[in-house]
């Protein structure tokens, strides 16, 4: 196995950050329902989770496996169509918080 170029281990780097952040600001959100039970908020977090922590650990995750042959390269597509359907349901639930009242 080749081993990994700068832009590779930026590439990662960049992801499992974008993951944690994400989850932290998704984390936060959650905080912000739980204590002003907002449903707007709960849409927002829930939005904002599936729209980053989730849908970037699925791919960092995927990609690490497909990378390291434990997952057969069959399953790049499903991964990526995963990874689509939760950025998908997050970017509609923050849509849906953002016009929904109360």
């Known amino acids: 196995m080749a081993a990994w ?14 993951t944690v952040v994400g989850g932290y600001v ?10 002003h039970h907002s ?4 849409y927002l977090s829930l939005g904002l989770i599936s729209l980053t922590a989730v849908s970037f ?10 990378r390291r042959g ?13 990874t689509r359907t939760f950025q ?6 923050i849509a849906y918080s953002l016009h929904r009242r109360g």
């Open 39 to 42: 449903r707007t908020m709960q």
């Open 70 to 82: 434990y997952l057969p390269a069959s399953y790049q597509q499903p991964l990526t169509l995963a």
């Open 88 to 93: 998908f349901v997050g970017v509609s639930l």
């Open 57 to 66: 650990g699925v791919a960092f995750a995927g990609s690490v496996l497909l």
């Open 26 to 35: 998704g984390y936060q959100a959650y905080r912000g329902f739980r204590r």
């Open 5 to 18: 170029t700068l832009v590779q281990w930026l590439i990662a780097a960049l992801a499992f950050g974008s």
